[in-house]
Nanobody, 124 residues
Framework: QVYLVESGGTSVQAGGSLRLSCNSS????????MAWFRQAPGKEREGVAS??????RYADSVKGRFTITQDNAENTVYLQMNSLEPEDTAMYFC???????????????????WGQGTQVTVSS
């Protein structure tokens, strides 16, 4: 079992920045895939960014604005979010898996481990 704990979500003005953190109970250096998803009210959960053995993927909607990084010494994955827009408002979830395919496809149903989420609200 892997336990993931997200933090860093809050309310921010459009154009602002936030950094989300996801701490894992398992060593991240031995975890093949970690990712961030988000879900807005009434919408499906969508993949935002993933990182697998140093390789990163991003949703088109966040490319150039969001950056995912991994700190193996802290067993933590970060999501740096810049130039935030009201459309980025959502609950953000951390996910992980011990295979690489989930990170490539950024598909929620492929991930086995999830955190409880942290709320990000961007006001205009």
């Amino acid at each position: 079992q892997v336990y993931l704990v997200e933090s860093g979500g809050t309310s921010v003005q459009a154009g602002g920045s936030l950094r989300l953190s996801c701490n894992s109970s398992k060593a991240t250096y031995s975890t093949d895939c970690m990712a961030w998803f988000r879900q807005a009210p009434g919408k499906e959960r969508e993949g935002v960014a993933s990182i697998s053995r140093g390789n990163t993927r991003y949703a088109d909607s966040v490319k150039g604005r969001f950056t995912i990084t991994q700190d193996n010494a802290e067993n933590t994955v970060y999501l740096q979010m810049n130039s935030l827009e009201p459309e980025d408002t959502a609950m953000y979830f951390c996910a992980s898996d011990f295979t690489r395919d989930p990170c490539w496809y950024l598909q929620a149903d492929l991930f086995n481990y999830w955190g409880q989420g942290t709320q990000v609200t961007v006001s205009s």
